[in-house]
């Protein structure tokens, strides 16, 4: 099973859900993406990075809903296949969408968002300053009943190998689509877990950080050496 790497306790410690002002929508309806375009794959993979540094600036949704479905959409409609692997078809990785608007758990067949938390999670999904503003966060989350034909053992690391995936589907989609992006691991897994009201047998495994390129912010010019 999935070893939670910090304490009950640390829920305590974790940064407060951030109440809405308004009630968000139960769901949210994503536009089909694109399957054709965008960045040949060698550039994207020579321009894949990881940042550090967002702006507040908000992600179109027809964006958000591309960038979702290239992570682990559907792509084979016939058999219901995914954009990244999964051992024995499992697919027991979920991807919730923290916004400032609510928090969303992504649905795959039907390429939707469904509400997860009526909360604002993003700054509970890790300890670096530009979780307040970055407009998106996604967090993977396996879920382990999913996996009964691999033996109990192996379901960690065949997960987080999963949870690798579709990491790299979303580096690679945010480097053709010029959008800033970071990947973590260092996070408050068990507040995680309250907050979203994980089952057992669920668990945060990794995070991601999306948005815009934040822009200078002095014109002084550095010194030249």
């Not at 469904?114 to 300053?129: I, K, M, N, S």
């Not at 979303?170 to 309250?194: D, I, K």
């Not at 994980?198 to 010194?223: D, F, K």
Request: one cysteine or more.
């Amino acid at each position: 099973m999935i070893r939670p790497l910090f304490r009950i306790g640390a829920v305590l410690n974790a940064p407060s859900p951030r109440p809405l002002d308004t009630a968000p929508p139960a769901v949210i309806e994503l536009a089909q993406p694109r399957r054709f375009g965008g960045m040949p794959l060698l550039d994207a993979l020579a321009a894949r990075h990881t940042s550090r540094e967002f702006s507040d600036a908000p992600v179109d949704p027809d964006v958000l809903g591309e960038l979702l479905w290239a992570a682990n959409g559907i792509n084979r409609d016939a058999e219901g296949g995914r954009t990244a692997p999964s051992a024995l078809g499992g697919y027991e990785i979920d991807i919730y969408v923290l916004l400032a608007t609510g928090t969303y758990r992504y649905d795959p067949d039907a390429h939707r968002l469904v509400l997860a938390a009526p909360f604002d999670l993003r700054a509970t999904t890790g300890y670096q300053d530009f979780l307040v503003h970055a407009p998106v966060d996604l967090v993977f989350v396996a879920d382990l009943n999913r996996m009964q034909d691999v033996p109990a053992r192996q379901r960690e690391s065949f997960a987080y190998a999963s949870a690798g995936a579709i990491v790299q589907n979303v580096y690679l989609y945010c480097a053709s689509a010029g959008l800033a992006v970071g990947a973590r691991g260092w996070m408050n897994r068990t507040a995680l877990a309250a907050n979203l009201k994980l089952p057992a047998g669920s668990s945060p495994l990794l995070a991601q950080t999306i948005g815009h390129v934040a822009h200078a912010r002095s014109t002084v010019q550095p010194e030249q050496g």
